[in-house]
Nanobody
Framework: QVQLVESGGGLVQPGGSLTLSCTAS????????MGWYRQAPGKARELVAT???????NYADSVKGRFTTSRDNAKNTLSLQMNSLKPEDTAVYYC?????????????????WGQGTQVTVSS
């Protein structure tokens, strides 16, 4: 079964750091764009960072200069390094990826989401 699994969330104090990881597994032929989203209680899910297959990154204004995303294509892994964390960064973080998979009627690209990992920034 094709899936994305996130890890690395937890509780940190303001100004601290966390590193999240996301690994794709299953019958995956290739990975295209990947990204991170987050959703705080009572708020809509928002884009945090994206990275293309060529390594080009984009970040939300709220995290620029503090967060860094990277990918290891050989290991099918996406990482998010979060520094100088603020209470407003508290949210469930989700990994997203467009994966090339084989279906009964041929190859196709499909969006997959991880299960989410909780990040809480509080003293």
């Amino acid at each position: 079964q094709v899936q994305l699994v996130e890890s690395g969330g937890g509780l940190v104090q303001p100004g601290g750091s966390l590193t999240l990881s996301c690994t794709a597994s299953g019958s995956i032929l290739s990975i295209n764009a990947m990204g991170w989203y987050r959703q705080a209680p009572g708020k809509a899910r928002e884009l945090v960072a994206t990275i293309t297959g060529g390594g080009t990154t984009n970040y939300a204004d709220s995290v620029k200069g503090r967060f860094t995303t990277s990918r290891d294509n050989a290991k099918n892994t996406l990482s998010l390094q979060m520094n100088s964390l603020k209470p407003e960064d508290t949210a469930v973080y989700y990994c997203n990826a467009v994966l090339r998979v084989e279906g009964l009627r041929g190859l196709y690209d499909k969006n997959y989401w991880g299960q989410g990992t909780q990040v809480t920034v509080s003293s």
